[in-house]
């Protein structure tokens, strides 16, 4: 499991003139719900969150190390390739990814299609989490995965 820093306290990941991270966007995307929907998204696209691969598992801890070593002008240059990993990699194994995007550059994850994609599936979620009970939530869930995997 990746350790998460706090980028104001961790001088590793202090970064200046970039904002502050939404701490509200990462609770939510290690929230039971958030962890709900990934498994989900996953699912649609055919990986069996109880049987992890661990080379996808590999990948994923490699990417938060890479991440975390990049600087913004670093991690600007290699848009395409975090978008295609987060096109790649099931999102229940990048959300660790997402973090550390976050955490280093508040709001950049927004700029890679793949990912804000699936972030907008785990805000929704939120949103739900907020209205319905959790076994609300798993159907809701179930019929978007059932008409995602007929487009």
């Known amino acids: 499991m990746t350790t998460i820093r706090n980028p104001q306290t961790d ?27 990934a498994r989900r998204i996953d699912d649609a696209h055919g990986y069996d ?3 992890p691969s661990k080379a996808v598992r590999s990948a994923a801890v490699r990417m938060v190390e890479i991440v975390r070593a990049l600087d913004r002008d670093q991690m600007e240059a290699c848009h395409a390739e975090l978008n295609r990993f987060f096109r790649l990699v099931p999102f229940s194994e990048a959300i660790p990814v997402a973090i550390e995007i976050e955490l280093k550059w508040p709001h ?7 990912a804000n994609q699936r972030l907008d599936l785990i805000r929704k979620g939120g949103e739900y989490a907020m209205i319905f009970s959790p076994e609300k939530i798993e159907n809701v ?3 978007i995965a059932e008409i995602e995997a007929r487009q």
């Not at 001088?11 to 962890?35: A, F, H, K, Q």
């Not at 950049?108 to 793949?114: F, N, Q, W």
């Open 108 to 114: 950049h994850i927004e700029t890679l299609p793949e």
């Open 141 to 143: 869930l179930a019929c």
């Open 49 to 51: 969150t109880a049987k």
């Open 11 to 37: 001088p590793s990941t202090m970064v200046r003139g970039l904002g502050n991270p939404r701490s509200d966007l990462i609770d939510l995307m290690t929230s039971e719900v958030g962890r709900m929907v």
